[in-house]
């Protein structure tokens, strides 16, 4: 990649949430470690439900749908949509298991795609910047449970209501 190129990735994953953690010069690092840009149309998949998890992706444009498989009745779930910013694919990447769901463009989107080889090495080279990566990753991981103890509230007292309309 030339100079310019690397300006707009590390512009576009300092400008992403983990901006705020890794800073200006972390998204540098970050850009020359990306392994490449990807674009993808409606519908095309970014991988699949049990595919091992080699890499982890920063979406850059559009939006992605987090789906789930529903083989008896031949239709996806679509539970969670992914916008521009979002990490993808980082839990199974760092903990190296399947993706337990598939994910798949909602409209043309666009993702920077950053493989192991690339990022294993920042943990000896950078080991503050891996750090401050991780912060914003598990900072997501707080949200995501906040979100579902939310989710889960509301679910309860929809069905405790429900009853009581009988």
């Known amino acids: 990649m030339n100079e310019q190129d690397l300006d707009r990735i590390a512009t ?9 953690y890794i800073g200006r010069a972390g998204a540098e690092v970050f850009a020359r470690r990306a392994a490449s840009e990807h674009k993808l149309t409606d519908g095309e998949y970014l ?3 049990g595919d091992s998890a080699d890499a982890f992706f920063i979406l850059t444009a559009g939006r992605l749908g987090m789906v789930r498989d529903r083989s008896r009745v ?7 949509v992914l916008e521009k910013g979002d990490l993808v694919g980082e839990l199974s990447f760092f903990d190296q298991t399947p993706h337990t769901l598939s994910v798949r463009a909602l409209g043309d989107a666009a993702v920077l795609r950053f ?8 943990i000896t080279e950078q080991p503050r910047l891996v750090y401050d990566f991780m912060r914003a990753v598990i900072k997501r991981v707080h949200c995501i449970v906040a979100t ?3 989710h889960e509230m509301e679910l309860r007292q929809l069905i405790a209501n429900a009853g009581r309309q009988r």
Not at 12 to 20: K, L, N, S, T, V
Not at 74 to 80: D, N, P, W, Y
Not at 117 to 122: A, V
């Open 12 to 20: 576009m994953i300092y400008e992403a949430p983990i901006g705020e």
């Open 47 to 49: 991988y699949h439900r």
């Open 74 to 80: 031949g239709k996806e779930f679509v539970v969670h």
């Open 115 to 122: 493989n192991a080889s690339d990022i294993t090495p920042l």
């Open 148 to 150: 579902l103890g939310e």
